[in-house]
Nanobody, 125 residues
Framework: VQLQAFGGGLVQAGGSLRLSCAAS????????VAWFREAPGKEREFVTA????????YDAVTVKGRFTISRDHAKNTVYLQMNSLKPEDTAVYYC???????????????????WGQGTLVTVSS
């Protein structure tokens, strides 16, 4: 599976962006998908994840209530809707997918096998 994340950009605090993670090579519907982010000078951190069938999702406390992950199996794409953005949300955002649906739906980078190249989100104050 090849993943491509896009949709990042510059937005003012309080604004919204929607990131997309498009897959090619095989159907993404057999994988859990997560978003991670890496802010300047910080380690990569978990943002949110959704199960292969969309029935379960987990959010980091820092984004709960503001970010929503969703998936469109027909388009082989997962989305991250980000609302009420804050300057501390500034980071490179990566999407990642598990190898199979039987993998753990986790919050660790090691739970995910396939990774996209990242898209930069900059939130100005």
């Amino acid at each position: 599976v090849q993943l491509q994340a896009f949709g990042g950009g510059l937005v003012q605090a309080g604004g919204s962006l929607r990131l997309s993670c498009a897959a090619s090579g095989r159907a993404l519907s057999d994988s859990h998908v997560a978003w991670f982010r890496e802010a300047p000078g910080k380690e990569r951190e978990f943002v949110t994840a959704v199960s292969w069938n969309g029935a379960t999702s987990y959010d980091a406390v820092t984004v709960k209530g503001r970010f929503t992950i969703s998936r469109d199996h027909a388009k082989n794409t997962v989305y991250l809707q980000m609302n009420s953005l804050k300057p501390e949300d500034t980071a490179v955002y990566y999407c990642a997918a598990s190898q199979t649906r039987f993998a753990r739906l986790g919050r660790s980078e090691t739970d995910y096998f396939y990774w996209g190249q990242g898209t930069l989100v900059t939130v100005s104050s």
